[in-house]
């Protein structure tokens, strides 16, 4: 059973930084692509970014503009996003998913994070 749990959401200001952490358990991690997606208040799903299983490929949306880097640690079963230069429309829930970008098959329970002054 896939069990994705999310941490390192908070409060920032705007212009700060988070670094997000998903550890992951219940499947062979090291065999799929993981991706990041966020739920804006009021808004629908919305992919933020996905990581290939080797850590040979990364893909983002353009809405990121170069300000996010995905990471994985295959040996700790565990995904990153660093957010720096953060803006208060990514305010949002973020979910770690297993999948690539449309193509999810789980996720956690999401981490807030706030941007705001």
């Known amino acids: 059973q896939v069990h994705l749990v999310e941490s390192g959401g908070g409060l920032v200001q705007p212009g700060g930084s988070l670094s997000l952490s998903c550890t992951a358990s219940?499947?062979?991690?090291?065999?799929?692509?993981m991706s990041w997606v966020r739920r804006a208040p009021g808004k629908g799903l919305e992919w933020v970014s996905s990581?290939?299983?080797?850590?040979?490929?990364?893909r983002y949306a353009d809405f990121v503009e170069g300000r996010f880097t995905i990471s994985r640690d295959n040996a700790k079963n565990t995904l990153y996003l660093q957010m720096n230069s953060l803006k208060s429309e990514d305010t949002a829930v973020y979910y770690c998913?297993?999948?690539?970008?449309?193509?999810?098959?789980?996720w956690g329970q999401g981490t807030q994070v706030t941007v705001s002054s």
């Open positions: 990581i290939y299983s080797d850590n040979s490929n990364a």
């Open positions: 998913a297993k999948g690539a970008r449309g193509d999810y098959d789980g």
């Open positions: 219940g499947f062979t991690f090291n065999t799929y692509w």
